[in-house]
């Protein structure tokens, strides 16, 4: 009998696991990736990688740009780190040889972005403009 309880109560964490991370989702309307040109994207990944990138170009492709410690500076100066191309609801990003696709859900007309792909979802403070995130 302690065995069905053990197992039943595994059954039930597995249970809220899954609909813990089925609530993470994205949450949105699938929006076209052209929607982030023109903007920088403020985020931190879960490892504490921090990224403020600037979507250059035209509406569907262009530079992503990374702040860093701004234009002027000596030591970290913004550069160019790679490209991104948007097709439909995705966008894809390269870095070097490295590229990554992820669709893009926007939530009504905001600048709340969510991207999800490459195993990861994405929730980043979205700025009008090449600005630094701070």
Known sequence: MRAFRVLGGLALLGAAFVSGNALAACQGQASAGSGLSGKTLCYTKANGDRFQEY?????????????????????????????????GNNITYTYGSQSYTYAVFRNGNSNNFCLSGNGEEITPVVRNGQVACQ
């Open 55 to 87: 979507h250059a170009g035209g509406p569907n492709s262009g530079d992503v740009i990374d702040w860093k410690k701004g234009a002027t500076d000596k030591v970290d100066p913004t550069k160019k780190v790679g490209t991104w191309s948007a097709n």
